[in-house]
């Protein structure tokens, strides 16, 4: 069983401060996806990062898949309220074939305070 | 607006009954995954289907089973259900079993009473 560990579980912060969200496990993935959830919805994705070492920006969001292909990071710059949400991670197995289902981590949920 | 539709939105049941929860994946997507989503647990893989077919199978237990029709919607029952089933009932869906870049409904909350 692949699993994801999320670092920290909680964070709360202020409008414009700096945060990063970490992602670890002792598996290899052939992909690593981030999702953000708000309150009543489903997961949103943001990003999927494929090649080791690739590094991904999305406005004020930055991931980072690490070398080995187990590890990822989101930092977030200049963080605003409305980044406020449950961040998860999503891993891919490294199997071929036409399944590959999503292990996910057990989230971070950011909240920032205006 | 994922594309991905579910209903119903709510559901309230009292433990031993059966609930049938309903998935429309987005328009040209071949996959459906279901996804259950409880405090402790975080969002749990319950088993996916490809073109009518099963082809993952998670932490689905037996009490539960999907299907998914010709048209490729896709149904999850739950049945003799218990207090601890309350939960988010997700599905998602992608274009084929492979890109896992999956596309959330918004969810069906399951409260077993």
């Known amino acids: 069983t692949q699993l994801l560990e999320q670092s920290p579980q909680f964070l709360s912060i202020q409008e414009g401060e700096n945060l990063t969200v970490y992602c670890n496990s002792s598996?290899?993935?052939?992909?690593l996806q981030w999702y953000r959830q708000e309150p009543g919805e489903g997961p949103v994705l943001l990003v999927t990062?494929?090649?080791?070492?690739e590094v991904k920006k999305l406005k004020r969001l930055t991931f980072q898949f690490g070398d080995a292909r187990k590890d990822s990071s989101l930092h977030i710059t200049a963080a605003q309220p409305g980044d406020t949400g449950l961040y998860l991670c999503?891993?891919?197995?490294?199997?071929?074939?036409?399944?590959?289902?999503?292990?996910f981590g057990s989230g971070t949920q950011l909240t920032v305070l205006p | 607006d994922s594309g991905v539709t579910q209903t119903p939105k709510h559901l309230i049941t009292a433990t031993g009954q059966r609930v049938t929860l309903r998935c429309s994946p987005r328009?040209?997507?071949?996959?459906v995954y279901w996804y259950q989503q409880s405090l402790d647990q975080g969002l749990q893989f319950l088993i996916q289907?490809?073109?009518?077919?099963?082809?993952a199978k998670g932490n689905i237990l037996e009490r539960f089973s999907a299907q998914q029709f010709p048209d490729l919607h896709s149904e999850l029952n739950l049945s003799s259900l218990e207090l601890g089933d309350s939960a988010l009932y997700f599905c998602a869906s992608s274009a084929d079993g492979v890109n896992t870049e999956a596309f959330f409904g918004q969810g069906t909350r399951l409260t077993v009473v």
């Open positions: 598996s290899v993935f052939s992909s």
């Open positions: 999503a891993g891919a197995g490294s199997s071929r074939g036409s399944a590959r289902q999503l292990t």
């Open positions: 990062v494929v090649t080791g070492g």
């Open positions: 328009s040209g997507d071949l996959s």
């Open positions: 289907y490809y073109n009518g077919e099963e082809r």
